[in-house]
Nanobody, 121 residues
């Protein structure tokens, strides 16, 4: 089995920064694409950013250059640097990863439990 654990959330004021981490562990042969998503109360979950195994990135429009996604393949860890946080960024941030658990296996998507980010005005 594969576990994804997010960390780094918290309560900050508008304009401040946070760095989220998503660490993968367990039966991992290879991790493919990884992504950050968020869900605010009463809202649907939405994509924040994606990163491929080669480092290619894609961001949601509302990021507007404030967030940076990265990964360390040697550590099976993905990061989200969030600068210039706004109250509307308040949400539970979750990560997912497409993981191949053995050489000949297919990729399966795993999710973390999420970490709360709260931005006060």
């Amino acid at each position: 089995q594969v576990q994804l654990v997010e960390s780094g959330g918290g309560l900050v004021q508008a304009g401040e920064s946070l760095r989220l981490s998503c660490a993968a562990s367990g039966s991992i042969f290879r991790i493919g694409d990884m992504g950050w998503f968020r869900q605010a109360p009463g809202q649907q979950r939405e994509l924040v950013a994606l990163i491929t195994v080669g480092g290619g990135t894609n961001y949601a429009v509302f990021v507007k250059g404030r967030f940076t996604i990265s990964r360390d393949n040697a550590k099976n860890t993905m990061y989200l640097q969030m600068n210039g946080l706004k109250p509307e960024d308040t949400a539970v941030y979750s990560c997912n990863a497409a993981v191949r658990t053995w050489f000949g296996g297919n990729e399966h998507t795993f999710w973390g439990q999420g970490t709360q980010v709260t931005v006060s005005s």
